[in-house]
């Protein structure tokens, strides 16, 4: 690819921004399924596996896929995955009463999300400068972080309107804008020869890594679990289930952080960004433990927004910078990876969990192993 100069406004910039929103907000339109899934006799483990089979595909897709990841015509790839997504979800809106027909088409809609996932964020990375790749990254992220209070907003709407199935309809929508948005892709890209690629296993082998790597498992895990049980969680505390307050203000806070604070996160030390973000972390997983009104997910929703807005631009650009130039499309794919596996890990084990005790019993689990990560986090920030 060329290298832009202007690169954070560049057209290049702003169309993959606008992709990548619309690509995301097609994903989030489905975040209010869980409660639909419950009332069809689906358990806690089904839905935090169903939730998080991207994350799944993902992961299977970079490791066995992501040395030859820049080898793929990323705009033929990007086509091909999302008109494939699309017919998926199609499906889903006929298939809505049978929950082995729609994991496995959940599985075929999941191919499209690993090469948005990836390709989207290789490109920016690799048209930004290497000192600037923080804070653009963090500006580029906007545009993934507004798609879940829109989402969630709208398939709320949906769901108090309409049947639960039509949310496949919203997701196809979206799904139909990211199909013309991407005709519109031009650029040049460069191919390198396979010698010059590393696996994702030679990745996550670096001992130098293994702290970023469990704190990307961590971290995705969070994400997963307020993604996948807060729906059935209100449900069961406050009678309605509702997600758009939590990531309303998540998103606004995420947005406010970035485009003021962006800047900052090339300039202070990283170590200083994680710790202060673990206990913005931390916070809502505890809080959420006391919810008795709705009003209360907006108080939890801004505190996950400072923690997310600050450490997901801080952790991929450490994972990217942390070897050569010519090794940064792997190692942006790992850190997705990981934080990726560990949304669809926790989700779905803390789910068997939830079915096994109560739902209460996931947020207290994971409260445990944020917490743990502070210590090591403030032990390694001391020594």
């Known amino acids: 690819m060329e290298k832009l100069k202007d690169t954070r406004f560049s057209s290049l910039f702003i169309l993959i921004f606008f992709l990548n929103f619309f690509f995301f907000v097609s994903h989030a339109s489905l975040n209010m399924l869980p409660p639909y899934l419950s009332s069809i006799g689906a358990t806690k483990g089904y839905i935090g596996f169903f939730m998080n089979i991207n994350s799944l595909v993902l992961v299977f897709f970079v490791v066995i896929f992501g040395r030859f990841t820049s080898r793929i015509d990323q705009k033929k790839a990007l086509f091909i995955g999302y008109l494939l997504f699309f017919i998926s979800i199609i499906s889903m809106f006929y298939f809505f009463d049978n929950l082995i027909m729609l994991l496995i088409l959940r599985f075929v809609a999941a191919i499209s999300f690993s090469f948005g996932y990836t390709m989207h964020s290789n490109i920016i ?112 505390r406050l009678g309605v289930a509702n997600l758009s307050m939590f990531f309303i203000p998540f998103s606004i806070i995420i947005i406010f952080v970035r485009i003021f604070f962006s800047n900052l996160l090339d300039k202070h030390k990283k170590e200083n960004i994680i710790f202060f973000s673990l206990f913005c972390m931390l916070a809502p997983m505890v809080g959420i433990l006391f919810l008795s009104s709705k009003y209360q997910l907006l108080l939890m929703g801004g505190f996950y927004g400072i923690s997310h807005g600050l450490l997901f631009p801080t952790l991929s650009t450490a994972f990217v910078n942390s070897g050569k130039e010519s090794e940064k499309i792997i190692l942006n794919n790992t850190f997705i990876t990981v934080n990726t596996f560990g949304i669809v890990f926790f989700s779905t084990i803390l789910g068997f969990v939830g079915d096994i005790f109560t739902t209460i019993s996931i947020f207290i689990t994971m409260s445990v192993l944020i917490f743990v990560l502070i210590v090591i986090s403030l032990f390694k920030k001391k020594y």
């Open 125 to 236: 990375f690799d048209i930004i400068p290497k000192e600037k790749r923080a804070s653009s990254f963090a500006l580029f992220g906007i545009s993934g972080v507004m798609s879940n209070p829109v989402g969630s907003f709208i398939g709320e709407l949906i769901i108090k309107r309409y049947h639960s199935k039509y949310l496949f309809i919203l997701s196809a929508i979206f799904s139909a804008i990211t199909i013309i948005l991407v005709l519109f892709i031009k650029h040049k890209q460069k191919f390198q020869e396979f010698k010059e690629y590393l696996s994702f296993f030679d990745i996550i082998k670096r001992r130098q890594l293994l702290y970023l790597i469990v704190m990307a498992l961590i971290f995705g895990g969070t994400f997963g679990i307020f993604a996948s049980f807060i729906p059935n969680f209100s449900k069961e």
